[in-house]
């Protein structure tokens, strides 16, 4: 029976732990690991422009032994107005998986519920699961552990923070997230929120005696025009060395980038000592190796 993977809650602990592992090893492994998905096809539809996701995607098939078609969705039929059902059901005859990013997450799950074959969600308004499964991967592999951790968001309640918040409930790691009034993240998501996670709209409450510090783009895609009043709204938001000197002193700062220094994140801090962000976005490739892996297997 075929599984997607629309957001942090399609896993269990267990399986999240596992694919952590995996990722972990198969960067251990290099080239050097087996060729276990030659024969097999990923096609990427992207409606979101892209560089870490889908050169990610496309190198892990390609480490893998097998290949990816992307497919830009003004180039597909899609952009006429061809109703995603059938789409998803012309692909899943040619393919072996579909990696989407998109804007809905609802145009993720109606391709995920008529589509015979694994759909990914590569990124969504709502959710980015993808980009923190590797986050998470970057923490252990840094850390070595996720068990007792602190770990701060400072900024945008966005599809990274709803991510993030699913996986703090899931993992049980301690979640604290600084945004400003009227930025936070989606109320259903944190409706289920647990002790471990807490909201609040001072960055120095959550930087303090943090572990980990961890940031985003002000203005996500599609929020453009708000850009301006985004930069009013979240002053005093901006990972500082004022702020990261509050943390632990072996803490790592984590930022999915593309980055706007000197907006959300300082120059010198992405720049600097405890930035991990390159390990970060290297990392998204051997997460979606392993990701491609087991979804694509199970399927088989």
């Not at 896993?11 to 732990?17: A, K, N, V, Y």
């Not at 969600?121 to 998470?136: F, G, I």
Request: with cysteine.
């Amino acid at each position: 029976m075929k599984r997607d993977f629309l957001s942090i809650n399609d896993l269990g602990r267990d399986e999240i732990e596992s694919l952590l592992e995996k990722a972990l090893e198969m960067k251990r492994a290099g080239k050097k690991y087996p060729k276990s998905l030659a024969g097999y096809t990923l096609g990427l539809v992207f409606e979101k422009a892209s560089t870490r996701t889908r050169v990610s995607f496309e190198s892990a098939m390609y480490r893998l032994g097998g290949q990816s078609l992307f497919l830009s969705s003004r180039d597909t039929q899609l952009s006429r107005g061809e109703p995603v059902k059938d789409t998803a059901r012309v692909l899943s005859r040619y393919l072996d998986g579909l990696s989407l990013r998109t804007y809905s997450q609802a145009v993720v799950e109606e391709m995920a519920r008529w589509a015979d074959i694994p759909v990914i969600n590569a990124l969504t308004d709502k959710y980015h699961p993808c980009q923190v499964l590797s986050d998470l991967m970057t923490v252990k592999e840094k850390k070595g552990r996720l068990d007792g951790l602190e770990i701060a968001w400072v900024g945008d309640g966005n599809n990274m923070a709803n991510s993030w918040i699913n996986a703090a409930r899931m993992m049980g790691f301690r979640l604290s997230l600084a945004c400003p009034p009227g930025y936070e993240p989606d109320a259903d998501v944190l409706s289920g929120a647990g002790e471990n996670i807490r909201m609040t709209t001072d960055p120095n409450e959550v930087t303090r005696g943090a572990d980990v510090i961890n940031t985003d783009v002000w203005a996500s895609m599609g929020q453009e025009e708000e850009q301006k009043k985004r930069i009013r709204d979240f002053r005093g938001f901006q990972v500082n060395e004022t702020l990261v000197k509050q943390a632990k002193p072996d803490a790592i700062v984590l930022h999915c980038l593309p980055a706007h220094r000197g907006e959300e994140i300082a120059a010198e801090v992405l720049e600097g000592p405890q930035s991990v962000v390159f390990d970060q976005a290297e990392n998204k490739m051997h997460l979606h190796q392993a990701l491609l892996e087991w979804l694509l297997k199970e399927r088989s």
